[in-house]
């Protein structure tokens, strides 16, 4: 199947259903992971925090403020980062002990930026690098000092870019393993879609006998399978029987209506006056219905696809010449003119004798319902590679409603009914063209009607390959 093809599927549209699905539910994933981790690691630094505001609180009982002094300064001397950040400043202000800038006091929680961490950002030598918000605790002491301690937000932040790094990572080979999966598992599905679509086709071709390959799995497409073919069968046992039928009554009825025509023949040769002309009108009639059941009998033969087995690279060129060089006297009788354009076509595989019946019908059919002074023309010509034959007049034409019609058996349009014919010649074209895997199509000529018979297997060009059939 082709890319294009592909993006229309039914398949796609579910892969990309699916993908999509897949990829929201996993960025509801991360969202929620995150959203819990970081307030997991905002909630383990603020305990933190708050221990050690709470432990240097407790040696200040008493108004110590030089045992508070003597703690903040060991825990400086052992501070490696990430680090912790104190303050002790006194009523007035002024900073006792630390390594934080004097501030104005805050009570509760407090975020500090990395510019309120030194003294003066803007000194020169000042290398705020790899430094990182802080986190920080105000307390008020009875005496009126002034106690912060905070702690960096290096883990915390930290740890969201590792977290947001393996989620990058892990969200793009998600998405990968989504689409490489979705896709195998489409092309598999559409692989047994195609062996459906391929069996279709053929059947549509005439061949009857094909089925969808089942892979003995038991799933719901080897049911599909098993009932297509089970259909298939049905519908090939009934067509055989209807063509049986309709064989076996052209054949029984062919014979005896032989041996009366023969009879009526010898009877002519003795009868004579008015006599003798009813005699020759009926075996006119005979004559219409043996040709109407040879008719059916090679349409029946055409459709069982017995002659492909004899084809052969035939030149249509040559048949079409041979077909209006003998139909140009009849169309010449009837006040019209009959007339030629063949260019360079390619050769088509087939069967010589049956495409020459077709191209006959055709012209035939084109000269037996159009009146006179009417041009009728057999073209041939490459189109693509492929090449089409198509027979086209400026007749009254056939009505689009009726064009699908006309290639049933039997079938006559209503002003036709009171000319000659049995409605079989276009029936017997479709047979042939379905045969040779072409396609048939009946096109408004404006004026007129255009049958185009377009081959679909054109390998070898006239005089490129060995010998073909002339």
């Not at 509760?108 to 803007?122: C, F, H, K, M, Y």
């Not at 041979?322 to 030629?340: C, H, I, K, S």
Request: a neutral charge; one cysteine or more.
């Amino acid at each position: 199947m082709s890319p294009a093809n592909f993006l229309r599927s039914t398949s796609f549209r579910l892969l990309a259903w699916y993908a999509g699905m897949f990829v929201a539910s996993v960025a509801v994933l991360f969202v929620v992971v995150y959203w819990i981790t970081v307030a997991a690691l905002e909630q383990q630094l603020s305990d933190s925090v708050e221990r050690e505001s709470q432990v240097l609180a407790e040696l200040y009982q008493g108004g110590n403020v030089s045992r508070v002094m003597r703690a903040i300064q060991l825990r400086m001397m052992d501070l490696r980062p990430p680090r912790r950040y104190y303050l002790l400043q006194d009523n007035s202000g002024a900073r006792v002990a630390g390594n934080l800038p004097p501030m104005k006091p805050v009570e509760g929680r407090v975020a500090l930026p990395v510019s309120a961490l030194v003294a003066d950002p803007a000194v020169p030598g000042e290398d705020l690098s790899g430094v990182y918000p802080v986190f920080a605790r105000g307390t008020l002491l009875d005496g009126g000092e002034f106690l912060l301690v905070g702690e960096s937000s290096y883990r915390g932040m930290r740890a969201r870019e590792a977290i947001i790094l393996a989620f990058g990572w892990g969200f793009a080979i998600t998405v990968l393993l989504a689409a490489l999966g979705g896709a195998a598992l489409g092309a598999g599905f559409l692989r047994r879609i195609d062996e459906v679509n391929r069996t279709a086709r053929s059947i549509m071709d005439g061949n009857l006998s094909m089925r969808v390959p089942a892979r003995g799995g038991g799933d719901e497409m080897d049911q599909l399978a098993l009932n297509f073919n089970a259909m298939l069968d049905r519908i090939e046992a009934l067509m055989s029987n209807i063509r049986q039928v309709s064989d076996d009554i052209a054949h029984d009825l062919r014979t005896p209506l032989s041996r009366l025509r023969q009879r009526l023949e010898a009877a002519r040769e003795k009868a004579g006056g008015e006599g003798g002309a009813a005699i020759e009108q009926a075996i006119g009639d005979l004559d219409a219905i043996l040709e109407t059941f040879s008719a059916l009998l090679r349409i029946g033969q055409i459709e069982a696809g017995a002659r492909r087995a004899a084809f052969a690279e035939v030149d249509l060129c040559r048949i079409v010449g041979t077909v209006v060089e003998a139909y140009a006297p009849v169309a010449e009788d009837r006040g019209q003119r009959l007339q030629t354009d063949i260019g360079d076509c390619p050769g088509v595989p087939g069967d010589r004798e049956l495409l020459t019946q077709m191209a006959a019908n055709l012209v035939e059919n084109a000269i037996s319902h159009c009146p006179s002074g009417v041009v009728i023309t057999a073209q041939l010509k490459s189109v693509s590679g492929q090449c089409v034959l198509s027979v086209a007049d400026t007749g009254p034409g056939i009505p689009a409603a009726e064009r699908g019609k006309v290639l049933h058996r039997f079938y006559r349009l209503e002003r036709s009914r009171t000319t000659q014919g049995s409605g079989l010649g276009l029936a017997l074209v479709k047979a042939v063209a379905d045969l040779h895997g072409a396609v048939l199509t009946l096109e408004d000529n404006d004026p007129g009607l255009r049958v185009s018979v377009r081959f679909r297997e054109s390998p070898v060009r006239i005089g490129e390959a060995g010998a073909r059939t002339q």
